[in-house]
């Protein structure tokens, strides 16, 4: 009884706490765009739209109505994925950020996994290893690149491996006219691959010195516990003892970091994309604030901040997964 | 040949400023089906010994001396890899505390599995099997298997590790205080289910305690530590009616007796144990002992015989029967704390 | 017993935490260097204009006119210039001083909202903790980087809005963590006894409790000026900070944005390994901080 269904309130409390404030962002941005100077309306149509767009616009819109029933409006239309035409384009928002929102998920989600992957094998490894050169290095190298502005990273990792060396590309998710590939088809290809690897590494090793740092401290603590000594006293190979016990009871600070991490991830999405002008939602949302295009950056940023909600929910989610003492309690 | 010989061991603890030995020419044995009581204070050294012959002392602590042979094999000699043959399935350890014994984030019935495939490569299904049945052995549900640690009381808990460590039918198993954390009834039915898993599997028990009533009441023979040496080893009986050393007469009386008068307070052992033993000279029970002469802290008194199997290391043991009546009194032990206290 | 003077909780006295403070630095030379090099940075700051040889916003010429653009260092400028002929080494000494006071005032901003909050839904509970628990969560799930470059986009870009968008951004954190504290203090002995001697709510929560989690209020404080300092550069360096301040994002930017970064070195690497210097430094002696007044060791 008690525990799915504790858990299936716990989380329809969350995705209630998920849908507010999609809808306060939402409230807030249609507030904040009347407040630019000059003709609220410009933040919808663009004059340089065509006559046609212009009138379907005021309509769906509802921009001669009062400003009540342009919010009712605004909301229904959001709901159903109607945001406007971009100024800049000349096409439907929707259009444009479906495609963005692959990319950089398809570079984000398997930096985020290698980053715990490797920051909690690592993190156990090198609180195992105390002591060693191996053990030193690493955390202080974690400690040193936590703090280097992930962009000025992506600069250096961009000077040193393309520009000197010569390896891998310098921006961009494929190189123009390579293929004619589209669809999933063109993630396969070496040429996406080239590119890939740069901006992976940069994010993967941002995103994982946190969980190496995290998990290294909670190691040290849980190796000096009393149940480890009957590990050993059972006969289990010391790897045993730490990668099957120690590492699992250590895995608490962890998830309660997660909780951090949907905010940090996607910040350090957009910054990557800008650098390396990787055609994602980050990237998208920022050309177009610069040259506003209000409905595209509107549209862009709200995709963000339902990414970075969903992130959260499922950071909650794990947190109650890993400890059994939390789940029970 | 003894089952497990202990010849001289030393073990000492590396600290960031010195080294200190926790455990100083300690020599014992156990024969194969019997019961020996590792006795003495805290800190007295006797959870290191136990440690230290199923090779788990903690990474700053190490054997300095002596051997640890088990069944004619040289035990200190072996790597940590190595020492897993012998590990459980020949001698198995209980640990002072079973609050933390288990691993908090796995279910019990998957720890004890890990035994069987670790040891016995047995598959999963299998080793359920005979997890389970060690379990219905130790009158604990089959299916508490699923729970986790937290969820087990105290006494279920150390229920559990007993089977668990008996799974294997060891020779040898290592208790370290294994009732502590526990009232004397659930003390009592944990002893009486040891009791009864060691008749079926005939391992020897080494019963590391504080606690002479114990020692009294399920051991064979008893091995007085104090400040890291044995100085008493003898058959239980005739340690505990015939103490030969004046630390033993004292624990004798520290402890509440039912034939004793209802009124009498305990008569306590002044003073502390030493912090640092390997830097005194001569016996390091002296500064609190009530019959000490200044040959006793000039000179380190070797462990002698008393009686056929009987032995203890103290200079004065000719005299034993009158230092024994003397123990008795309070008044023995109270000038000893006021000597001490003036000394302050 | 029913007197205006209560029994208090043992309360961290300053000093006290001032002097373990003081022997946990001693103890760690991570944290010995951390606190050298932030009052090495500290003293840059102050006396920036001082310790700048040229002003960072002036381009500089050679006696014939010429501008001296992308010179790598010299011994008249330590740190080479820019494309635009302006000293490299003057602009990081004044994006020292505004990271430094970005990062304390938003510091300071947001854990006066974040710490109070907490008190307050701690304290009394009910009704009140849920609505601003409520809030809290939001709050948390705005992506702040995204919400600033909106918000800044629409308002003004100024440093005055930097801070305020991110002190506004940043609180949840602290608000949380100050929470769960004055939670497990609520159930001490000391807080009834102060209530049944009849003092006031907010009497017992801002004489009693808040001493009590100021230590880790502070420590917040000091993760809060790393976070902002790196939030800063990185609005900064997607375009959108200030014009008229200098700040190690904005000389990245200008870096990036004239593509000579794999030739001049000197104009991109310093800022860069100024933040990592400076934002590495305040973690470590936050988290050594946070070890220091860990709720969990002022019980023993």
Redesign the interface.
Known sequence: MGQFQAALRYMARRAA??F??LF??ATL?FI??R??PGDPTLTVLSPALSPENQAELRQRFGLDQPLIVQYGLYLTNMATGHFGISFSRATPVVALIGERVVNTLVLMLPALILAYVLGIFGGALIAWKRGTLLEKSATLFA??F????????C??F??VFS??LGLFPEGHMLTPGASSDSGISQFLSLDFLRHLVLPLVVMTIYYGCYPLLVMRTSMLEVLH???I??????????RDVVFR?AL??S?LPITSSVA?L??YA??GS??VE??FSWPGI?LL??SA??D?DYPV??AA?LL??V???MG?LIADLLYGL????IR?S | MALLEVDRLSVGYRTTEEEIRAAQDVSLTIEPGETLGLVGESGCGKSTVGRAIIGILAKNAAVAGGSIRYKGRELTALSFEAMRAVRWKEIAFIPQSAMNAFNPVYRVGRQIDEIFTEHQKLNAREARKRTVELFKKVHIPASRLDGFPHQFSGGMRQRALIAMALALKPALLIADEPTTALDVAMQDRIFSTLRRLREETGSSLLLITHDMGLVAENCDRVAVMYAGRIVEQGPTHQVLNAPCHPYTMGLKNAFPSMTKPRDETLISIPGSPPTNPTEMVGCSFAPRCPFAEPRCSAQMPALGAVARVHFAACHRVDQAMVMRRRAMERTAWSEKEDVLSAAQ | MLREETPSLPIIKPLDMAARAVGAACNRPRVAISLAILAAFFLVGIFANELAPYDAFVKQYDANGNLLRLLPPSADHLLGTTLFGRDVFSQLILGTRTALIVGFLTAIATSVIGVNIGLLAGYFGGKLDGALMRMTDVVFCVPILPFSIVALSILNRSTWWIITVMSLLFWPIAARVIRSQVLSLKERPFTDAARMSGARPLRIIYKHIAPNVLPQAFVHGVFAIAWAITTEASINFLGFGDPNMISWGTIIYDVFTSMVSYTAWWWFLPPGICLMLVVGAFYLVAEAYEEVANPRLQER
């Open positions: 706490v998920a507010a404030t306060v962002l941005l904040l765009f407040l630019v400690i040193v936590r703090a280097a502005p992930i962009f000025w990273m600069i250096v961009i000077v520009h000197w516990d009393d149940f000594e009957l590990c050993k006293a059972k006969g289990l190979s010391e016990h699992r009871a895995l951090l949907a905010a996607v910040a957009v910054l800008a650098v980050g949302m920022v604030v610069l506003s950056a509107q940023f963000i901040a990414l970075t909600v959260n890993v400890d059994p003492r029970y």
